[in-house]
């Protein structure tokens, strides 16, 4: 039986948390820091995903046989990296490869050396200069920080007083820090959204079931943009033909130009696409499972995930089975009410003992016995069924069970996707 770390503390870790338990091979699951709705399934370290140092000196005392670094912001910094030198085996990228999502001018500029379809763009580190470029960019455009900005370093302006606005908050208000001191300007890409998160050991390549998200906080895809207020899958605008041609275009050619500059990609590699007219193109890479993607498609996953965890860091993926079910999953996120502004926290959670092994918690603290809200994000209420219609009904049923002071949810998640059936 293996001891293991997963370092993060939302939704998505307990995910990964619930589907390791899974494994006759796992043994002792350390969530680090967890967070109280997750310690039903791990036992929760008080040590931040960011303390790099914190992680590998537990790892090291505890005897900790493999780790899990899931968020962005620890892989970028380097977490994989530390803990093997230590001695400990890791899912998840290094952080040469991790650029991959750390900086957007990087990953536009690799996409444009090897061929790999995404929107026209320019790259700029001189504010004077980016405003100058928006003077005659055709629009809407869309305006990037290059580096990590908790999923809100994107703003798609409609008018050119609306780009110059996102420079100045970029680049001269420092909006998102460091973040922002470089910039990427690209045209506005047309179609559907598909999230397609894969398992690759850098030579072989396996997508997981395709997924929606939807970003929005409000009904109708209106409000302002979240980190997820839920997601489906499969999804329905993915077909087989332009999964083979995603296959063909742009995820081996990513991994291998990867390899080719030095920086083999292990792990979770995340592909945001968008169905063009054109054809599929890449709006973003992840270095990592997404959220709240990852509370969709793991549960549709029927191999042994540590098994496959292991097969990436060790680069026998090839020889390794990963199937999933074909039926559907979808996940309903619990939100506070103000999210993603600003909201208040504090609030007893009743969660009925039959939804909760359905139920992702993202932030949650306890006190006592009493389990509190703590997050923006709070739940993510999740079902799966033989179809999407069926996923959706039961998710939302088990939504109606649980109940906190201001909670709010959409009631439209998956409303697209059954229209495209």
């Not at 997963?6 to 995910?15: C, M, P």
């Not at 990296?81 to 991790?98: K, S, W, Y």
């Not at 980190?227 to 489906?232: E, K, L, N, R, Y």
């Not at 993603?340 to 992702?360: L, Q």
Request: net charge negative.
């Amino acid at each position: 039986m293996k001891n293991i770390i997963v370092v993060g503390g939302g939704g998505r870790e307990h995910a990964v948390v619930k589907k390791l338990k899974q494994s006759p091979q796992v043994g002792v699951i350390y969530a680090l820091p967890g967070n109280g709705g997750m310690a039903e399934d791990a036992e929760c370290v008080n040590i931040a995903a960011m303390d790099i140092d914190g992680i590998v000196k537990f790892a090291y005392e505890n005897k900790i046989d493999y780790a899990v670094v899931t968020p962005d912001d620890p892989l970028v910094l380097g977490a994989v990296d530390a803990l093997e030198v230590h001695g400990v085996p890791c899912f998840g990228p290094r952080a040469n490869a991790a650029v991959i999502e750390g900086s957007k001018v990087f990953s536009k500029n690799l996409m444009k050396k090897y061929g790999i379809p995404t929107a026209r763009y320019e790259t700029f580190d001189d504010e004077a200069a980016a405003l100058s470029y928006l003077e005659t960019a055709p629009l809407p455009a869309v305006v990037k920080a290059d580096g990590l900005a908790l999923g809100k370093g994107v703003v798609i302006a409609e008018t050119r007083e609306d780009a110059k606005a996102a420079v100045v908050s970029m680049m001269r208000d420092k909006k998102f820090g460091k973040s922002g001191e470089h910039i990427v300007i690209e045209e506005f890409l047309t179609g559907p959204e598909v999230s397609v998160l894969s398992f690759t050991d850098g030579e072989t390549l396996i997508p997981m079931v395709s997924s929606m998200d939807h970003k929005r906080a409000l009904d109708g895809d209106k409000g302002l943009n979240t980190g997820g207020m839920g997601t489906i899958a499969p999804n329905p605008y993915y077909t087989k033909e332009i999964a083979a041609t995603c296959m063909e275009t742009i995820f081996l050619p990513t991994i291998r130009a990867m390899k080719a500059e030095g920086r083999p990609f292990k792990g979770c590699l995340y592909f945001g696409l968008m169905l063009t007219p054109d054809g599929p193109k890449v709006i973003e890479y992840n270095c990592r499972f997404g959220d709240p993607e990852t509370q969709v498609v793991l549960p549709l996953l029927e191999s042994d995930l540590f098994t496959i965890m292991q097969a990436t860091t060790f680069g026998t993926l090839a020889q390794t089975e990963v199937t999933f079910s074909d039926k559907a999953a979808a996940c309903v996120i619990m939100a506070s009410e103000g999210y993603p502004a600003s909201y208040e926290k504090g609030f007893p959670m009743d969660i009925p003992t039959e939804v909760a092994p359905w139920v992702y918690v993202a932030g949650a603290k306890k006190d006592g016995d009493v389990l509190l809200t703590n997050g923006g994000r709070v739940l993510g209420v999740t079902a799966t069924a033989d179809d999407l219609k069926s996923a959706l009904a039961l998710a939302y049923s088990r939504v109606e069970k649980i109940s906190f002071a201001n909670a709010f949810y959409r009631k439209d998640i998956g409303k697209r996707a059954l229209e495209a059936l």
